[in-house]
DNA sequence: CCAAAACGTTAACTTAAGATAAGAATTTTT
DNA sequence: AAAAATTCTTATCTTAAGTTAACGTTTTGG
């Protein structure tokens, strides 16, 4: 796949925030910078300023912490989502996480300079505050909803709501990887698949 | 303290995010509406869709679920700061938390309908979607912090954590509430406490 | 001002999770 | 193809959390 091709993908994405017109995509379009990564190589690094949000294109990344030496994954970002330790990129702060390729990964980046750079284009300003706005508020929802998992739901209830709508998930990580993303350690998950199987 | 007084300190709140001239402020202003809530009111209840954000002038809320018939607190929010099931009103659909007034509570709101109606007004339209994304952003990033700590810390760390940077919610909030938006039960944070004062 | 409700702690018991280690199966690397 | 690393399960032991109930204290509301 080319980057005019990837571009038609990326397009067609951006149009469920926004749609743009010929003259402003053409705008856009030089703001932006494809990249990619080989598998484990990193996107985003702790103590590292993460100074740019990515489309993905293809392939898939892996949200980590380390602590206590120890590798705790957070969350997952797979083909046509956003990627970016978005905290860090907001306020310019140093990264908490880690954010490593699980495998070859082709992305769009649009970095902070650009951003900021559209954002103070009056071509360009109104809609990418639109822009901002809607996939902040996306990303707001998915997070309500994931707070309210580890409030309201026991690791048990957490892993059968995931075995319910988190199928590609499911499929595409070891299991380790999701007992953390569920808050619980890899040998607690394998206790609970155990006591699901003999329950049922 | 009165609608305009209140204004005053809206304004200068608002000023963090977004700098109306005085022609917009005219615009901006009419589309407020202004309410009390007595304590234990609703702001939002469980099944029913929550229209509106809210500033809080004065007072505090409290979001809650009910999950088999328990009440377990999420969050809170205090004067200044805002309030909203927001992705019930963002999506539509009914929110899944309930908020209640905590005290008696002054809020300043802006409904769905006016929001939408300011998006659609060229004279505010870029200064609200502005708004509207700095402030998505703003609470992304307290939740990427709190999903975080779920991930990574357990529950005594999460309650250490609170001592040292939640100074307002501890002091204004019974410990069972405050159990739950650590993601535990009541018996289990007075059980901490005491080892804490024990191990001193 | 009194009764009722709410709050925080403690105890006893049950259940589940964390830590560690071992081992088998699979995958990756060289 | 062999070696190394990763993955998942299982077992043992320890620690902590959930559940329920009781009790004294404080707060609230009529």
């Given at each position: 796949m080319d980057s005019s091709a990837a571009l038609v993908i990326f397009r067609k994405a951006l149009e469920k925030f926004v749609v743009f017109n010929e003259a402003e995509w053409i705008v856009f379009t030089q703001h932006l910078t494809f990249s990619t990564l080989k598998k484990k190589q990193y996107f985003a690094a702790y103590d590292k300023v993460c100074d740019k949000v990515a489309f993905i294109v293809t392939g898939s990344v892996r949200y980590f912490h380390i602590k206590d030496g120890q590798d705790i994954t957070g969350y997952f970002s797979f083909e046509n989502e956003w990627v970016s330790s978005y905290k860090s990129y907001l306020t310019n702060q140093p990264s908490l996480t880690y954010i490593q390729a699980l495998e070859d990964?082709?992305?769009?980046?649009?970095?902070?300079?650009?951003?900021?750079?559209?954002?103070?284009?009056?071509?360009?300003?109104?809609?990418?505050?639109?822009?901002?706005?809607?996939?902040?508020?996306?990303y707001?929802?998915?997070?309500?909803?994931?707070?309210?998992?580890?409030?309201?739901?026991?690791?048990?209830?957490?892993?059968?709501?995931?075995?319910s709508t988190g199928r590609e998930i499911l499929q595409r990580m070891p299991q380790h990887y999701i007992?953390?993303?569920?808050g619980i350690t890899p040998v607690s998950l394998s206790r609970i698949r155990r006591r699901l199987i003999?329950?049922?």
């Open positions: 990964t082709r992305l769009i980046n649009i970095s902070k300079k650009d951003m900021d750079a559209m954002l103070n284009n009056p071509l360009l300003a109104y809609k990418m505050e639109r822009f901002g706005r809607l996939i902040a508020e996306h707001l929802c998915c997070y309500e909803d994931r707070v309210a998992s580890f409030i309201t739901q026991s690791p048990e209830e957490r892993y059968l709501n995931l075995l007992a953390n993303f569920l003999l329950a049922k």
